[in-house]
Structure formats: C-alpha cells, structure tokens
C-alpha cells in the first residue's frame, strides 16, 4: 500500500512525487490525461525572483530557485534545458521608472540580486530593445526550464526511487476511516489504498479537492502566449515591462496585458502575458493577441516585421490571495493540498514538494509554510 | 451584385474550389449577400487550379487539357460576379460575434500584408485538403514533391517539375498527375501505386453507380499506354537518393500484406519524385470554432456534418473534403448543398441528395482500395527526417517512446519539436500520430492550429476591429 | 515584348508573368534555394501549394516568402534564405 498518492503529473505532482521518494515513502501518482499535459505545458518555464514582492511567495521562490539548480547539478542541466538566462525588467515611463526602482529596492533587502540598468545601458544587456526607454533593472536569478522535460524527469526519477505512475486516472473521491482519516483514493476505474493525498491538481485542485471532501477556491487565470517564427537569439533575458508587476498581484477579473517576450533554444520568441478571468474559456480572442502584438512591438520594434506562427493558451490555477495552497487540511487528515500557483508553478514546484515532503514525514520544513496553510481560507476553516 | 467593400455578408465562403464555387454561386442565386475568400490568385482551388489571370502570361486555354470538367467549373465561374471575391487572401482565424461570425485574414494581394476582417451571419467552410505524406529515406532531398505540387506546377504555372519523373504513392489521384506530365514533355519513367490493381473489383456495386469517374480514370490511362509509361501496382518507394537533389529512387514490390518482399529493390534515375498518399483535409477553421469531427475511412480527421452539410455549430456549414475526401463531383454537390441551405433554402434537391450519396460510396471504396500499406515505420532508421521543418529524426521520437508513459502528441511536440515549426504539423502530423501508435491526426493535436495563416505582429498590431462588436452573449 | 525577368543571387531569371518565384526558378532548373537552420540542408518546393513552408525565400529583403505563392515581378529582388532569413539581427 502507497504511502502517498499524488494527484496530478504537472510540475507541483513530479516535484512532490520526486522528494516524496527520496525520503524513501512509497508514491503513486494518478493523473487524468497525460504527464504535464496541463498548465504545465502552457507556460514559458520560468523560473522567477523578479516579480514578486517581498513576502511569503518570494521567500519560497528564492528556496525554490536554489532547489532547481541542485536538481541541475543532481540530474545534468540538459534534462530540463535550465537556463540561467536571466530577467530584465524595462520601465516606460519615467514615473515607471520610479516605481520599478522602489520595487527592486524593497527585493533586494530580502536577498533578491538586482542591478539597476539606465536608459544608455540597456542597450548592451538587449542590443533590440526600443531606443526610447527610460530605465531598467536586470535580475541575474530568473531562469528558465522546458516544464514538460522538467516534470517528465522529476516523475522518470521518481519512479527510479520506486514511486508508481498511472495515467487516464481521474479521481472521483477518497475512502475514509472510522477516525475521519483518508484510507484510500477512487478513480473512475479503481481504487488505491493509501495514508495521505496530496492534491497537486493544478488549475483542477478545486475541482479535485472537492471530490476529495476537502474544497479549496482555486478558480482559472487565462492567458495567451504568441510564439513567432523561429528566429536567432535576438533576446537574450526575460524581458518585460515594470507593468507585469502591477498585473500579478491585481484582482481585476477583465483584461489585462502586460509585455514579457524572451527567447527560446527552438529559436522562437514568445510573447505574453495576458490575464483574464473567462472561466476554462477555450475559444481563441484575437483582441487579447492584438494587445499583446502591439506591446511586445513597442518594446522590440524589429517584431513588427516578424511572423507570429502560433498562440497557445492555458489556465492558470488562481487563489484571492495571489499565493498557492500548500499544507493539511484541516477537515480531512491524511489530505494535503499543493496547488494554486497561479502564474509561478514552475519555479515554485521544487520548494513546494520540499514542503509537502517534509509535512508527510513530519520533518522540520525548510521555510515557514504558514503563510500557505489551507486554513487561511474561512471556507476551510468553517467548512 | 456585392460589392468587395462591403465588409458584412449573410454567407461567407471559404474556399473557392469545386465545393467552395459550388457554395458561393449557389448562396448567392438563393437572394443571399455573398463572399468568397480564398489564398489563391484565381478560382478553381487544387483542383481546377489556374494561372493568375495576366496579360502575356500563362493562359488558361493553355491548361486546358491538364483538366476535366471544365464545364463545371465554368458554369461556376460564370455565377462569380454577383459575389464579393477576395482572391490572394488568407484566412488565419475565425471567431464568433454576437451576429455571427467574424473571418480574420490577411491580405496578401502584390506581395503585402494586411490584416483584414470580414463578418457573416453563415459561414461556409470549404478548405479542400493537401497531399498526405509518409517519410522514406532521403524525401526531403529537393526534387522529391507532392504529386499535388507537381500538378499545381502545371495547372497554375505552366512549368513543368522535371526531365524525369516518377509518380509514386497511391489513390486515383497519381494517373492524372502522371498523364498530365507526359502530355507535358516530361518523361515518366514509372507510376508505383501500392494498392492492388483489382483492389476496387471487390467495391464493384459503388463503382458500377459511378461510371462516369471510371471514365475518368480509363481516359488517364489511354494517355499512359500513349506514352508508353509503365504503370507497376503493389509497388513503392523505399529511399531517395542524391546529395543536394534527388538522383535516384529505390521501389520494391510489396507482398499482399502491404509489406514489402525483401531482394526487390530497383534503382531508377530521376530528377523528380512526385509522391501522394491520399489527402489530408484542412481542419483547423471548423477546429477553431468547435465543430465536431470524427476519423473517416482513410484515417484522416474530417467534419460531421448533417444531410444539408450543417457542422455541429450552428451556422457553420462544411463542404467538400473536409468533411471526407471524396473529389470534385463531390464537393460540388455538397457545396452546392451547402450553400443554398447556408442562404436560406428550405429544402434540397433530392437528386442533388442521391448524387451525394453515390459520390460517397464510390469515395469510400476508393479509400478502401488504396490503403497506407503497413510496414512504413518499420522502414524508418533512426536519422530519417520526420519532422522536415524542426528536422525532427525518427530516433528521437523513438526513444522518447521508450523512456516515458503517458505521452500524446503534445508532450511529443514539446519534447521532440515535431510539428512545431512552420508548417504547423501540417505534412508530418498523420506519419507522427502513426508512430505514436494513435489514431490518425485524431486527438494528438495535430489538427488544431490557432494561427493558420502567419502573420506579422505588425499587421496584426495595427489592425482594427471593423467596429466593436460586442462578444457573442452567453 | 521582351519576357520580364527578375533576379536570383545576381542572376537573372525570366518568368511569365501570373508565375510563382517559385515556378520560374523550378523552369530555368533551379531546385532549391534555402538551407534549413538545422543541419544546412538544401530545400526547394515540396507540396508547392503554400502548406509545407519548405520552399521559404527572400524577397526584395523580407525573409520567409513561399516561394510557391509568391507572384514573380518583374525586378524583385529573390536570394537564397539561410536559416531563419534573420542573420540580419543583432543577437
């Protein structure tokens, strides 16, 4: 019988399955469709400091961040294809400008590395930006990985350590005990005995959390990615405009654009980053990828010449409070949630599966989670 | 008569070959304001491809002989001037409004790129479909074509591909291809079809009802024994060669089981290959808006539609070989269906129904006579290019395959970059969904493309809605 | 008349006109005119109907035309495609 059974095989599901493993529990993880076939796979990677203000989810993305250069160390960096490529982050507009430098400021009292870039340096960190930009501040600690490489090799390790992997398994409820404690997980087609369950189900952790008599509000972020043809490495960092900052942390539920464009090792350039909340609305917007075209053009004027060759879209698992669910639930033991990591999964998923680990074994965890704990919602806590 | 400023339409064409005229001239005799839309420079589609109508320039009386039906098509073509054409303009999304239906294009008429946007309250969807493809050893050698280009070469340019040519692959489809060559001036010095030559014989009842396109076929064939052109059954290409152009070919004979029957190997000289396996439809417009598809008999992905060519989604009508490849006759039925449904008629002929009906047979026991033999991937070592545009080799799908579960055609994408260059999958998706051991071009992802024209974000940062209309109400 | 010609690498290739680039450089012999960004390879017409994107040229400047589609005009500029055409950017 499991020690744990993990639901989901984005990059929260490989990252709490691999460290689950290696404290020797015994994992199965079952996923509905394909490995990181969801959210994960609807991302740039990235792997960032720069957008975040100081606070909890900051904390655990530094953690995260020297999480995934040991598993670089530990697995090759070509797995994962980690880049420490690094972010510039452009104001455009002088008031921008000193917003953007206020913010750098208060991050680099919490350990976050900046360097402040003027208007006539930009220019040797991105040689085709805009010429008419105020300032800027680079951020040598973003990075980048392929997420479907990443998962796919946090789950191949996994099951090196013994952990079990099922696919087209779609939870539909948990078993409990007498003592209100979870004994076992059903799927449409079976069941599987276990001691705990981690719900790492994304953008679904909602969903999944409610089937497993433990509800959570994670509710779907849309957002629209442009990839143009391929190109040369004609950008160098992740580059985004100081607006993106405002963006994250905002409670808007219309549209809202902000500029990040970066390059690739396929050679293409991706564009975002749209934020709206639309439900699971698939249907493609060409308003929201006007915005987006004419932003990335603004700040890279050479784009306006480029072929756009494909958009994709995907859903990011969105709390009211901007932070990702990660702790026990309190209404049902065994049950732990790792999900709601909106727009920075990626990056956080290593230091999340730390924390889940550590939560299953009772060890001392590494950062304070509190900050993460399900129990923070009223719906929990009265539910 | 429509005007081309006109910018809102109650029936909007997309596609104008012989399902896509058909459409167009029949929604607009049924009182409706019609548009047409399509990428080429004249009407007529793959099919009835033409020169780009020029002073001095390729004429159409000089490809006449390269087609069939041309009173069809002129009869079509005839119905053309009450209807708003947008030639050389390529469709790269369509979306919904509260009225209907919103087309995005580009216009690329002299060379430009502009970003347009047309509105309807129906559409007709009619993008016909493109050659299918297999990779062998040595297909992205220049000179090794799709026996569609090798035709579009002819029809619309008046060139001719090569010196010397064989035609290979199977389907009905390579006789004209090989007649229309050698009427041409280019020696052919064979056509390879894998199928069994009998293999319709057991199909007899469709094809009995259909003795027209037997007719058809028999006139190609006269042309080829005229010309002296071996015609080789259960026969395929297995490898090109050459260093900056194809060279040589490999055939082999092919055993009953379509596998291939080791020491029959024949190398032949050429300068060009033109090769087709079927065709695959055009499905990313009905894709974009949520019409409901299913796997026809030839494995390519495909439209349900009803008896009046409705799709699933209300006011999207589909015509022609996205909803089965069937060919000319039968496009034009299903077109002529489509569009006076689309335009507001109340009922269809029942002798347009019965003929459809027949085409249909006739197309179906056409794909079950000229199967993909099994075997290809076997033959596949691990340098041969699947994917032409990333350079994808078969080994790294092939060992993908053996260190992951649970992967689809996405994760292959993203793990592989198969598919996710410029053409979008289009020529390898069917060869990568057979490799991957799923159904054809089905629910891999291969099909779907959200951008189907590229456009440059400078066109499509600087274009404008025609007015804000509002999103279609829940 | 005199034919309309238009230039490929400094040569100069005849057409008729309503002919693709693509078309006029198959008639005189030409058979390919990009090397793909990969391993080099040379590539030409393929499906020849504007949907396998292997027969991408440079156009009076503008890399990534197809060649299949684009109409031939008399003293446009056509040259080989490197690549992703872009060598002209700085990186």
Not at chain 2, 212 to 227: D, N, S
Request: proline residues 6%; hydrophobic residues 40%; glycine residues 12%.
């Amino acid at each position: 019988m499991p020690d744990v059974v993990i639901v989901g095989a984005g990059i929260v599901g490989a990252a709490c399955a691999y460290y689950a493993a290696r404290e020797g529990l015994s994992v199965t993880v079952l996923e509905r469709g394909n490995l990181a076939g969801g959210t994960t796979s609807r991302g740039e990677g990235n792997i960032l400091v720069s957008d975040k203000e100081p606070g909890p989810e900051l904390n655990l993305a530094l953690a995260s961040r020297t999480r995934w250069r040991e598993l670089a160390a530990e697995f090759g960096p070509d797995p994962f294809e980690l880049e420490e490529k690094g972010g510039l982050v452009v104001a455009t507009s002088d008031p921008g400008a000193a917003a953007l430098t206020r913010f750098a400021e208060g991050q680099r009292a919490t350990g976050v590395e900046t360097v402040a870039v003027s208007a006539d340096q930009l220019h040797d960190h991105e040689p085709n930006l805009a010429p008419d930009l105020p300032a800027g501040v680079l951020y040598p600690q973003d990075m980048q990985v392929q997420p479907v490489r990443a998962a796919v090799s946090l789950l191949a390790a996994a099951r090196s350590l013994g952990a079990t992997v099922a696919c087209g398994e779609e939870v539909v409820a948990a078993e409990r005990g007498p003592d209100g404690r979870v004994t076992a997980v059903r799927t449409r087609t079976g069941r599987y005995p276990t001691d705990a369950v981690v719900n790492a189900a994304g953008t679904w952790g909602g969903q999944v959390g409610e089937r497993l008599g433990a509800p959570i509000p994670i509710l779907p972020r849309r957002g629209f990615i442009l990839v143009t043809e391929p190109l040369p490495r004609v950008v160098r960092h992740k580059v985004y405009s100081a607006d993106y900052v405002e963006n994250v942390a905002s409670d808007v539920a219309g549209l809202e654009t902000s500029t990040v464009v970066e390059g690739t090792q396929g050679g293409t350039v991706l564009i975002g980053a749209s934020r709206e909340r639309v439900g699971f609305d698939d249907t493609m917007s060409v308003e929201v990828l006007r915005r987006l075209a004419a932003l990335a053009v603004r700040l890279f004027p050479f784009l306006a010449d480029v072929r756009l060759m494909r958009t994709y879209h995907g859903f990011r698992p969105y709390c009211p409070d901007h932070l990702p669910v990660i702790g026990a639930d309190p209404r049902v033991r065994g049950m732990f949630h790792a999900c709601g990591h909106e727009g920075a999964g990626i990056g956080l998923a290593p230091a999340t599966g730390r924390l889940i680990s550590q939560m299953l074994t009772d060890g001392q965890p590494d950062i304070d989670p509190s900050a993460f704990a399900p129990s923070r919602f009223a719906q929990v806590t009265t539910g | 008569m429509t005007s081309k400023s006109e910018r809102r339409f109650d029936v909007l064409v997309v596609g104008a070959g012989p399902a896509g005229l058909a459409a167009a001239t029949s929604a607009t005799r049924a009182g409706a304001r019609t548009a047409i839309v399509d990428a080429g420079v004249a009407p007529g589609g793959q099919y009835w491809r033409h020169p780009a109508p020029s002073e001095h320039g390729v004429s159409a009386a000089e490809v006449a002989h390269l087609h069939h039906d041309l009173a069809t098509y002129h009869r079509l073509v005839a119905g053309l001037p009450a209807v708003a054409q947008f030639f050389q303009h390529h469709v790269w999304t369509v979306t919904r409004d509260r009225r209907g239906f919103v087309v995005h294009l580009v216009d690329r008429t002299g060379g430009g790129e502009q970003a347009v946007e047309l509105h309807s309250r129906r559409l007709v969807l009619a993008p016909g479909a493109y050659d299918r493809q297999i990779p062998f050893r040595g297909w992205d050698l220049p000179g090794v074509m799709t026996a569609g280009g090798v035709q579009a070469l002819l029809k619309g340019h008046g060139v001719v591909a090569g010196q010397r040519v064989l035609v290979a692959g199977t389907g009905p489809f390579l006789l004209p291809v090989a007649a229309g060559l050698a009427e041409s001036g280019a020696r052919v010095v064979g056509v390879h079809e894998a199928a069994s030559p009998p293999a319709w014989l057991s199909e007899l009842g469709a094809v009995i009802r259909n003795v027209g396109k037997l007719g058809e076929g028999a006139g190609y064939a006269r042309v080829l024994a005229r010309h002296r052109i071996p015609v080789r059954a259960r026969s395929v290409v297995v490898s090109a060669h050459g260093t900056d152009a194809v060279e040589r070919v490999t055939t082999m004979r092919l055993d009953h089981q379509g596998r291939v029957v080791p020491g029959t190997e024949r190398t032949v000289a050429v300068d060009v290959l033109a090769v087709g396996w079927g065709f695959t439809p055009q499905l990313e417009l009905p894709l974009a808006l949520g019409c409901a598809t299913r796997v026809d008999v030839d494995g390519s992905l495909v439209c349900e539609v009803d008896d009046e060519q409705r799709s699933s989604v209300e006011g999207v009508f589909v015509a022609g070989e996205a909803c089965g490849v069937g060919g000319a006759a039968l496009a034009t039925v299903e077109g002529q269906i489509a569009g006076a449904v689309a335009a507001g008629a109340s009922s269809v002929a029942p002798r347009l129904r019965r003929s459809r009906a027949a085409l249909r047979r006739f197309a179906q026991a056409m794909h079950r006579s000229h199967p993909v033999p099994p075997g290809w991937v076997d033959r596949l070592s691990d340098d041969t290019t699947v994917c032409r545009c990333e350079e994808v080799p078969f080994g790294a799908l092939r060992s993908m395959q053996q260190d992951l579960v649970g992967h689809d055609g996405r994760s292959a994408k993203m793990l592989t970059r198969v598919g996710m260059g410029y053409c979008q999958a289009r020529t390898c998706g069917y060869a990568v969904s057979c490799i991957l051991g799923q159904e054809p071009s089905g629910t891999s992802g291969f099909a779907e493309r959200p951008v189907s024209s590229p456009l440059t974000l400078g066109a499509l940062a600087t274009s404008c809605p025609t007015e804000n209309d509002p999103p279609p109400a829940e | 008349m005199s034919q309309p010609h238009f230039s490929f690498d400094g040569s100069q290739i005849p057409f008729r006109p309503g002919q693709s680039v693509g078309a006029a450089l198959t008639a005189v012999g030409v058979r390919s005119w990009r090397s793909t960004r990969g391993a080099g390879r040379p590539r030409g017409l393929f499906c020849g109907i504007g949907v396998c994107f292997d027969c991408l040229i440079v156009v009076d400047g503008r890399p990534n035309e197809r060649a299949c589609l684009r109409l031939a005009e008399p003293g446009m500029e056509v040259s080989t495609q490197e690549g992703t055409g872009h060598g002209d950017l700085e990186v």
